[in-house]
């Protein structure tokens, strides 16, 4: 059986990967976001997530590579990780009381073909207390997450509605990943526990 990787150091996405089986290992890319452009947001979390992936995959042959990233956007405006206390607090101000985007792209690779998809889902914030805002920067906790935020974090306390996939938000949509990983293996990959 092909080895399983995930090309990304999240602890999200392992723990979410973790769902559907515990057989894998984990080789974060090297590839360069920056280069990357896109006609659109969810686009652009596609063409990341397949370079991540295809990055991997061309240093591991033979094996199973699945790759992902998530962008939030705002008004066609895209939000990546923060850059700074500032710039996190830009971006939850700007989410709060509004309605967001967030686009997780996956790729899946064998090392001869490659298959991708993005899943989308809407969020709506409630208005967010300037004293949670800054406590929530202060702990540190928006620095590695796409809009300064983690769903399943302090986030939590500002979450009116969402539509769609909440696993989307979080970096992996778990369901449509392991029909992808299956549809690519052909096999289903899933371990009991």
């Excluded at 990357?36 to 042959?61: H, T, W």
Aim: net charge negative; hydrophobic share 40%; aromatic share 6%.
């Amino acid at each position: 059986m092909m080895k399983l990787i995930l090309a990304s150091g999240s602890p999200r996405r392992r723990e979410l990967l973790s769902l559907y089986t515990t057989d894998f290992e984990v080789c974060a890319s090297d590839f360069d976001e920056r280069a990357v452009q896109a006609e659109s947001p969810a686009a652009l979390a596609e063409a990341l997530a397949r370079g991540k992936c295809l990055a991997v995959s061309g240093q591991n042959p033979g094996c199973l590579v699945v790759g992902s990233d998530t962008v939030v956007e705002l008004d066609g405006e895209v939000f990546g990780k923060p850059k700074d206390a500032d710039d996190a607090c830009r971006m939850l101000r700007a989410l709060s009381g509004r309605t967001h985007q967030v686009h997780t792209g996956v790729c899946v690779s064998d090392g001869t073909t490659a298959e991708s998809f993005v899943d989308t889902c809407k969020v709506t914030f409630f208005p967010i207390p300037e004293e949670e805002m800054e406590r929530c920067i202060a702990s540190g906790e928006p620095f590695d997450k796409a809009g300064a935020y983690a769903i399943q974090g302090q986030a939590a306390l500002w979450l009116d509605r969402l539509e769609g996939d909440y696993y989307t938000i979080m970096g992996l949509p778990v369901s449509r990943t392991a029909r992808l990983l299956e549809r690519v293996s052909g096999k289903n990959l899933a371990v009991q526990r």
